[in-house]
């Protein structure tokens, strides 16, 4: 991306989603207030989560806690009727915390320590994801019965921006064999799971590991496993600065594979973080230096790389950036405010010349951005500001 994004663009698209801009134009032009600041409106929450719903009509929504652990984002899904899918001790304590009942949520994490295994357990958990024998012959440890998700891998010809069948999930031919050796420990065969990818706009990818999930229940029903539950992961796609498929339009042939492939009497479930997280958070940073180099005009910001914007490096995520200036474009650079060199998050940005002490606002910054952010040189750590 080279250019900035006005004011009225991105209030325009706010419109038309429902947002109500004016809140954060407010915040924004508010020379008292305190930045770097990530407003967080629990309306987008609710806007996401049931657009996502009603775009999947058979599958029931865990979110994944994992992109943002936000006590506005958990209530908002818990109040909705929504569960969760969790991966750590931290996670179970936060989701607990509602007061959802612990049999209901997923474990998705495919490796697990045996503190963690342990506290999940005896934390009531019941349904866990592991995709190998090893991870298997730790379930001799707990003589309560659990219920576990065989995840496996599909090949696809196009991939997600954040490829998540590099580190985990099973060849499909290996599915069996695991089932067999969860009957050997004593626990459940339950169902099985995939996870496409990341920020994936490709809804063929779902179809095609659909079609898997069939092939595979086929195959456990004639070997006298039971297929009870397919969780399909997350992965569904945000509009940061490229467009995409609205979500009804996106998920409509994941729908469509869900109702030609999995037959009625299992469950499906599916665990998004990004859609659910990443559009409710709007980031609003002021600049607190400038210099001119090597013939572009240098902006050093209140928030960076390691912090917010540690999404550009893990999630390999770019935010639009949005000014209320105006004039004359030029070639500028937008870095963090720590000594390192490295901590830079824009280079060749179009924008026109700002000053000291104006602000920028970089909109869906609600997904694997704080989270990933550390305390390097001890700087202020951004506050969330929770509206509507
Ligand atoms: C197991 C699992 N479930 C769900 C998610 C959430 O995926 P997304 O944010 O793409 O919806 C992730 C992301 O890393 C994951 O690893």
Redesign the pocket.
């Known amino acids: 991306m080279t250019h900035s994004v006005t004011f009225s663009e991105i209030e325009k698209k706010a419109l038309k989603r429902g947002i109500n801009f004016e809140q954060i134009k407010e915040l924004f032009h508010k020379k008292e207030h305190t930045t770097p600041t990530l407003i967080l409106s629990r309306s987008e929450i609710r806007r996401n989560y049931d657009a996502l719903v009603a775009a999947l009509p058979r599958v029931k929504i865990h979110y994944?806690v994992?992109?943002n652990a936000h006590d506005a984002i958990i209530n908002e899904v818990y109040n909705r009727g929504g569960n969760f899918?969790v991966?750590s001790a931290g996670e179970i304590n936060k989701v607990l915390q509602t007061g959802i009942d612990p049999k209901t949520l997923v474990h998705?994490?495919p490796i697990k320590s045996i503190p963690e295994f342990d506290f999940a357990v005896n934390n009531d958990i019941e349904t866990f994801v592991i995709d190998n024998i090893d991870e298997i012959e730790k379930l001799k440890r707990y003589t309560k019965k659990l219920k576990l998700l065989i995840r496996f891998r599909i090949n696809t010809n196009s991939t997600a921006v954040?490829n998540?069948q590099y580190k985990f999930g099973c060849q499909t031919d290996d599915v069996l064999a695991l089932a067999e050796k969860i009957k050997e420990t004593g626990h459940e065969f339950y169902g099985l799971c995939f996870?496409i990818g990341?920020?994936c706009t490709y809804s063929e990818n779902y179809v095609k590991a659909i079609e898997a999930a069939h092939e595979l229940v086929k195959q456990l029903d004639a070997n006298q496993f039971d297929t009870r539950l397919l969780d399909i992961?997350?992965?569904?796609p945000v509009e940061y600065t490229e467009p995409i498929l609205p979500i009804d339009e996106f998920c409509k042939p994941i729908a469509d594979a869900l109702d030609k492939h999995i037959r009625p009497g299992i469950e499906i479930v599916s665990?998004?973080?990004?859609?659910i997280a990443a559009s409710p958070t709007t980031l609003i940073c002021s600049i607190i230096g400038k210099a001119q180099r090597d013939g572009k005009m240098w902006y050093y910001l209140d928030d960076g790389l390691y912090s917010t914007f540690s999404g550009i490096l893990y999630d390999q995520c770019q935010y639009p950036v949005v000014s209320n200036v105006t004039g004359e474009h030029k070639l500028s650079v937008l870095a963090g405010p720590t000594c390192d060199s490295f901590d830079v998050m824009y280079d060749g940005l179009m924008i026109p010349e700002h000053k000291i002490g104006d602000k920028l606002m970089f909109t869906s910054t609600g997904?694997y951005c704080e989270v990933s952010g550390s305390n390097f040189n001890s700087l202020r750590r951004p506050d969330y500001l929770v509206i509507d």
Do not use: M
């Not at 665990?271 to 859609?275: K, L, M, S, V």
């Open positions: 994944a994992k992109p899918d991966c998705s994490h954040v998540l996870h990341s920020q992961g997350g992965g569904f665990e998004p973080g990004r859609f997904a």
